[in-house]
């Protein structure tokens, strides 16, 4: 065999070899360093957009909520006659039954929010958040059919599964409206509620004369056909504890059954952790807190402000974040603090602006 046909058949070199493989981890380091910075990329992408889902989701809700609040239905011109015995103008003391106070905020330097409880167990109120009661009337898409006074009753257009005996109602037309309790009620294609009163009892109401203001302009002494009728709706938003446990927080509400009087809180979006709430009143420029309001000019209030800190909640996506802290999710394993942000929203009432 010849030196040329040798050289020919011989393999690489050791050191063509390594430079080969060199030059190959040089390429795999740089393909995984760009595969990795992809993936890190996309786990943020992922995190940023569960952050604005839920974002998106509480101001939604929050928005739509502090438009309804004093919402009768009927363009009353704030003629609303309250006879609930729990109401504050008959000597009663339920927050839900306070129609004046349809919108009512709780923060530092306030009295505790009557509905909740402070405390670290599922449900309960974070210590130091604010909250936000609102009243309204429910949209239920009843009507009047008729109203006849010598059985102090009110058969309807239409039923729903919210009727029931003792369910507190509102009652309206263009010239007033009634906040009464259902003292009966009849199922059927027109249901029948009535109105039963006597005075004093806990459970029904203590005013035979659901139009006090009927006396002006000649107007009929009972509601007319297809004068609309709803169920009082009243709940509050807060921060409060979650199922998931190791501190986690959603945002909450907290709905009354106006049958009972008692207060059921529901997780509305999980990974609220903070709400920060402001008020604007009639003729003024600027947002206070609810302790600057005052008790007599909750009326008065024509837009909140509502800032809301979200983090995101899948632990997937753990990790991604420069933030400080500990990571609040359900893995076993602390990690990097989860991507949050902070929003800020402003919505009018839209019952008392023009």
Same mark, same amino acid.
């Given at each position: 065999m010849s030196r040329r046909l040798a050289k020919a058949l011989a393999g690489f070199t050791l050191i063509?070899?390594?430079?080969?493989?060199l030059l190959g981890?040089? /390429?795999?380091?740089?393909? $995984?360093?760009? #595969?990795? @910075? %992809?993936?890190?990329? &996309? +786990?943020? %992408? @992922?995190a940023l957009g569960d952050v604005q889902d839920g974002t998106r989701m509480s101001f939604e809700m929050l928005a739509q909520n502090i438009?309804?609040?004093?919402?009768?239905?009927?363009?009353?011109?704030?003629?609303?006659?309250? /006879?609930?015995?729990?109401?504050p103008a008959n000597g009663g003391t339920a927050w839900w039954a306070n129609w004046n106070n349809n919108l009512m905020g709780y923060g530092a330097g306030t009295a505790a929010n009557p509905a909740l409880t402070v405390g670290t167990a599922t449900g309960n109120q974070v210590s130091g958040t604010d909250s936000l009661a609102v009243l309204s009337a429910a949209d239920l898409g009843l009507s009047i059919n008729t109203q006849a006074v010598s059985t102090t009753s009110f058969t309807l257009n239409g039923t729903s599964s919210d009727l029931a005996a003792n369910k507190v109602m509102i009652v309206c037309?263009?010239?007033e409206a009634t906040i #009464?309790?259902?003292?009966? &009620?009849t199922s059927g294609a027109k249901p029948v509620i009535g109105y039963a009163l006597t005075s004093g009892s806990t459970t029904d109401n203590t005013s035979t004369n659901l139009r006090p203001y009927n006396t002006v302009g000649g107007v009929a002494a009972t509601y007319a056909a297809n004068s609309p009728?709803? !169920?009082?709706? *009243?709940?509050?938003?807060?921060?409060?504890y979650n199922p998931v446990g190791n501190g986690s927080t959603s945002l909450y509400l907290a709905s009354v059954d106006t049958t009972t009087g008692a207060?059921? =809180?529901?997780?509305?979006? +999980?990974?609220? $952790?903070?709400?920060?709430?402001?008020?604007?009143?009639? %003729?003024?420029?600027? #947002? /206070?807190? *609810?302790?600057?309001?005052?008790?007599?000019?909750?009326?008065?209030?024509?837009? /909140?402000?509502? =800032?809301? !800190?979200?983090?995101?909640t899948s632990t997937a996506n753990a990790g991604v974040s420069a933030n400080a802290g500990t990571y609040t999710g359900t893995g076993t394993t602390a990690a990097a603090a989860p991507i949050q942000r902070s929003y800020t929203i402003t919505s009018t009432v839209r019952n008392r602006v023009n």
């Open positions: 063509e070899l390594m430079v080969a493989m981890l040089i /390429v795999i380091g740089g393909v $995984t360093s760009v #595969f990795l @910075a %992809n993936q890190q990329v &996309y +786990r943020t %992408n @992922a438009r309804e609040a004093g919402l009768l239905g009927c363009g009353n011109n704030g003629q609303v006659t309250n /006879v609930l015995p729990e109401s037309d263009p010239w #009464f309790r259902a003292s009966s &009620y009728i709803a !169920t009082l709706a *009243a709940g509050v938003w807060y921060i409060g207060v059921t =809180s529901q997780e509305m979006v +999980r990974g609220v $952790t903070a709400m920060s709430i402001k008020y604007n009143l009639l %003729n003024t420029t600027s #947002f /206070v807190t *609810a302790s600057a309001v005052g008790a007599s000019n909750w009326s008065s209030v024509v837009a /909140v402000q509502i =800032s809301l !800190t979200v983090q995101q």
